[in-house]
């Protein structure tokens, strides 16, 4: 009797002493939550491995590529489970050998996690490998580097057996450091910043700034849809949208053109403090990258870092654009992102914005109208909408 598992290999919370359980436990609640279209069976802890099994024996491969963008997850592999045997887990090895795909050269690597079992790892290693050997005559067997690799683990009871496997894309369970606010345009950087946020253990808020009523609601829906890209292994519970078109009119009739940028990013980061705040998330997170644009320079940075009492964290800020780009490719906001829709950032904008503000002329400009009732007012108009994702906790309602 075998059975077919998904076996998830972790190593950066396996790290983690004490806090271990806790780590372990919301990577299994945030697996379940990733996999809610499966017909999940159980999800377990099995010497240092989380194992899924599920009642559609046809799953557990399609879950593979879903499992594997789950932040914490290191590595995944289809498994076969079975008797602790030599026939059973020397049969299950041909068949894992058999569905690893194309190779030339192969290894076993035996590993007992319980004494009681009889056969030292050494002697498993030699005899599946001879089985190997004879089921496949024209491969080669190679110790160093080998194209694939067939693990046989020995556990209480059972035995586990793959070769086929993904590699995660590693980092920490989102919920294991709690929440930020990150600003969330449609354009390439953000989404790859929100992410890069969710993959170190963070749950994400975006707000969104839409041009609306001066504009459509179009990057609106394109923020949504980025949102829906990176589930169910990402999770994002909720999307505040923030109507600020008229409030950018109002600033760009008051204010000198080439500060304007300025002042709607300082009004965008007030408002997101704001939120922040309401939501209990400790800091603010941008798609900056140092140099990318003229509100990007070290000048302009810290015109608007003013405006937050929370740590603005800018996880791109040394990032080349290639480099973000591929990585939005990889977690599949690139096609989204380069849609394009006019948003806040394209509306009022003039002509030559000042790349290297000096701090008095933006107070200067700052002064020049009511910024505290237009931050309130913005606050006070913001829309949320909600996603599935249960790691989320929504603030109390007042
Ligand atoms: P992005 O690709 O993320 O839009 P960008 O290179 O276009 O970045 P800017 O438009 O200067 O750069 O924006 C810098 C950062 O300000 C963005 O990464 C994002 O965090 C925030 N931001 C810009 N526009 C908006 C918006 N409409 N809503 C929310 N945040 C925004
Ligand atoms: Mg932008």
């Excluded at 299950?92 to 290894?107: D, P, R, V, Y």
């Excluded at 849809?225 to 519970?237: C, K, M, R, T, Y």
């Excluded at 304007?260 to 941008?286: D, F, H, P, S």
């Excluded at 990032?319 to 977690?331: L, W």
């Amino acid at each position: 009797m075998r059975d077919r598992v998904c076996l998830v290999h972790y190593h950066e919370i396996g790290l983690k002493g004490k806090n271990r359980n806790r780590f372990e436990r919301i990577l299994m609640d945030n697996l379940k939550a990733a996999l809610a279209a499966f017909s999940l069976e159980a999800i377990e802890r099995i010497s240092g491995h989380i194992l899924l099994s599920f009642t559609d024996e046809s799953e557990p491969e399609a879950a593979l590529p879903i499992i594997a963008k789950v932040p914490g997850v290191a590595r995944v592999s289809l498994a076969f489970r079975c008797e602790r045997s030599h026939e059973a887990y020397a049969a299950a090895a041909i068949e894992a050998l058999q569905e690893f795909g194309a190779f030339t050269s192969f290894k076993v690597s035996a590993k007992r996690s319980n004494t009681d079992y009889a056969i030292p790892s050494i002697d498993m290693n030699r005899q599946v490998g001879e089985v190997l050997c004879n089921a496949f005559p024209n491969k080669l067997v190679k110790m160093h580097k080998p194209d694939a690799t067939v693990h046989v683990h020995v556990v209480q009871g059972k035995a586990f057996v793959y070769a086929k496997s993904e590699r995660g894309v590693g980092g920490l369970p989102q919920g294991s450091a709690g929440k930020v606010v990150t600003l969330l345009s449609s354009g390439i950087d953000s989404p790859v910043a929100t992410w890069m946020m969710a993959r170190r253990g963070a749950i994400p808020v975006p707000v969104h700034f839409s041009g609306r009523p001066q504009t459509s609601d179009e990057s609106e829906y394109l923020v949504r849809d980025i949102v829906e890209a990176l589930a169910p292994a990402i999770q994002i519970g909720r999307v505040y949208v923030i109507p600020f078109g008229d409030a950018q009119r109002e600033i760009s009739l008051v204010c000198p053109g080439s500060l304007r940028v300025i002042m709607y990013r300082r009004i965008m980061y007030a408002v997101a403090e704001r939120i922040a705040r309401l939501e209990g998330a400790r800091a603010l997170v941008t798609g900056e990258s140092l140099g990318q644009v003229a509100s990007q320079t070290l000048e302009n940075i810290a015109a608007v870092d003013e405006m937050a009492s929370i740590p603005v964290l800018r996880p791109l800020i040394g990032s080349d654009k290639q480099e973000i780009i591929d990585r939005a490719h990889q977690i599949g906001t690139y096609e989204l992102s380069c849609q394009t829709a006019p948003d806040c950032c394209t509306l009022f904008m003039p002509r030559r914005p000042e790349t290297h503000a000096r701090l008095q002329a933006v107070h200067e400009a700052w002064n020049q109208f009511d910024h505290e009732a237009m931050i309130e007012d913005l606050v006070a108009r913001a829309e949320h909408s909600d996603f599935f994702a249960p790691v989320y906790r929504p603030p109390r309602e007042a």
